[in-house]
């Protein structure tokens, strides 16, 4: 286990909360200190470390791999953040976009033509994790002339269809 600040401060304050909850069970400082240290690594790992992990946005992110691209496309949100501040793309002409991430999974709205444009190639991403999470997160490369112009990454709502 890695001992970070972030850690140590979040360790303190369970220990703090604990310990402030056993003083109100029984007076005696000694007992509630021995009652705390021993609760506080339980209290951490099984209540506040889940708690955290699933109403924070945080997720992994990982450097572009076109292997893993293909291979586990649910978990392409973790090379987003590299693909659009990098602008690994910028520049690319279509065939060597397609070479790396595939075939287009479906082109995007262009206002100026009111249809789906062959010059928006959009790719699905995946769902980041974390409690009530219901945008699925998407890239979208724009092309000009046959090379990629821009990078974005947006999120699009799901809706699900009422049983009647």
Not at 44 to 68: G, M, Q, R, T, V
Request: glycine share 4%; charged share 20%.
């Amino acid at each position: 286990m890695i001992l970070t600040p972030l850690f140590v401060v979040f360790l303190i304050v369970v220990f703090l909360l604990v310990w402030a909850f056993t003083n109100t069970i029984d007076k005696r400082k000694w007992l509630s200190f021995l009652i705390s240290l021993a609760l506080t690594p339980l209290v951490y790992f099984y209540i506040f470390y889940p708690l955290i992990n699933i109403f924070s946005s945080y997720h992994h992110e990982k450097h572009f791999d076109a292997e893993a691209w293909t291979e586990k496309p649910a978990l392409r949100y973790e090379m987003s953040h590299e693909i659009t501040n990098q602008e690994l793309f910028m520049g690319k002409t279509k065939s060597e976009v397609q070479a790396i991430l595939g075939p287009s999974e479906w082109y995007g709205w262009d206002d100026s033509i009111k249809a789906n444009s062959p010059e928006k190639w959009n790719y699905n991403l995946g769902y980041k994790p974390g409690a009530f999470n219901l945008t699925q997160e998407c890239l979208e490369l724009e092309f000009k002339n046959n090379k990629v112009l821009s990078t974005k990454q947006y999120q699009l709502e799901t809706k699900f269809e009422k049983k009647q």
